[in-house]
């Protein structure tokens, strides 16, 4: 019995080691599963500190990066608008939510930098600049041309240019060339249909007045306000422009030498002639001539003789018409009271005749007749 009892012990000691060893076990596995959980729970909140700082840098370079973009709009905005007012600028930059930059929670205006008035004066430097390369050459120019005193470039008498010259020394270029003393041997032919002549140019009395000559070239481009001066002047320098020497010369012998050659070939013409009798006026219309054109004949002579070449002139009658009838110069002849009145006595009676009768006649019926 007493071995079944100790067999009994001995069994309920076996059962309680393992009821022991049981509970150790557990116990173990309680502490892996305690010690597992702290460990999550500390990684986790490790894992959790770490992600709210990246997020936290993330937000505040982003912040950062926004501010600087905007602050870089904002300048060139500035830049962009020269015509706006510095305060106008600042206060719109501080009401722009852009220039905020939020800094641990919290805005805080960002301070703009203070707009200058470069980009204003720029355009105006421009201009200013401008303005002085017109002006200045202008005026320079213009002191110049007032202040020359030599004749204007390119002025010529005859073939001489004498454009840059003074006065004295341009009369004295003249002198050279346009002397009486060259003409004394010098004639000009003359041709009208079969007669031939020649005018011998010392019968002509030629004289050059060079002083005058040497006065218009002078003047020449001179007249007007200093800016028709400057005008002038540019004028004159890209172009030849001419003066006629001045010359006198015997004109009743010019005259009578075209006529000795040319009047035998000539028919006069005649105009408008009238007759007033008693009781009516008869009007014989006009007849033209042939004439020789005396103004063309003697431009030409006086151009050989300038020109120095005394090449022969041939004088050509040509139909010519007479001078155009004025009618209210006419009108008031016929209408007019009567002149030269005599008395003469026919069959025991006084006559008047006069040697211009007056002509009661209507305007109009006059014009229709002529």
Do not use: W
């Amino acid at each position: 019995m007493n071995n079944k009892n100790n067999k009994s012990q001995t069994h309920h000691k076996d059962q309680t080691q393992e009821q022991n060893e049981s509970e150790v076990n557990i116990d173990k596995v309680n502490s892996k599963k305690t010690t597992s959980n702290s460990e999550l729970e500390d990684t986790a909140l490790i894992n959790t500190d770490e992600i709210a700082a990246k997020i936290t840098a993330e937000k505040e370079s982003l912040t950062l990066n926004k501010n600087n973009k905007d602050n870089k709009d904002n300048k060139d905005n500035k830049d962009n608008k020269d015509t706006k007012d510095t305060k106008d600028t600042k206060d719109n930059t501080q009401d722009d939510p852009k220039n905020q930059v939020i800094k641990d929670g919290a805005a805080v205006e960002s301070q703009p930098k203070p707009t200058t008035r470069k980009s204003k004066k720029v355009p105006l430097i421009i201009c200013g600049v401008i303005a002085a390369a017109i002006v200045i050459p202008a005026v320079c120019f213009g002191t110049y041309v007032n202040s020359y005193d030599k004749v204007y470039p390119n002025v010529y008498v005859g073939e001489t240019n004498i454009g840059g010259q003074t006065a004295e020394n341009a009369a004295n270029t003249l002198n050279n060339i346009y002397t009486a003393d060259k003409l004394q041997d010098k004639k000009i032919k003359l041709s009208c249909k079969e007669a031939n002549s020649e005018i011998a140019i010392k019968n002509l009395s030629i004289h050059f007045d060079n002083t005058k000559t040497t006065s218009d070239a002078f003047s020449y481009g001179r007249s007007g306000n200093i800016f028709m001066r400057m005008y002038d002047y540019l004028i004159f320098s890209f172009g030849r422009h001419e003066v006629s020497p001045s010359m006198k010369y015997d004109e009743q012998a010019l005259t009578g030498a075209i006529n000795d050659i040319a009047k035998p070939y000539e028919v006069e013409p005649i105009g408008y002639t009238h007759k007033i009798d008693t009781n009516k006026l008869t009007l014989y219309k006009s007849v033209d001539g042939i004439k020789v054109n005396r103004e063309l004949v003697t431009n030409q002579i006086e151009s050989e003789i300038l020109s120095f070449t005394f090449n022969p002139i041939t004088l050509e009658p040509v139909v010519t018409s007479p001078p155009k009838l004025d009618f209210d110069e006419f009108y008031a002849y016929v209408t007019s009271d009567a002149k030269n009145a005599s008395y003469e006595k026919v069959d025991g009676h006084v006559v008047v005749k006069p040697g211009k009768l007056k002509c009661e006649i209507d305007k109009e019926s006059v014009n229709s007749a002529i």
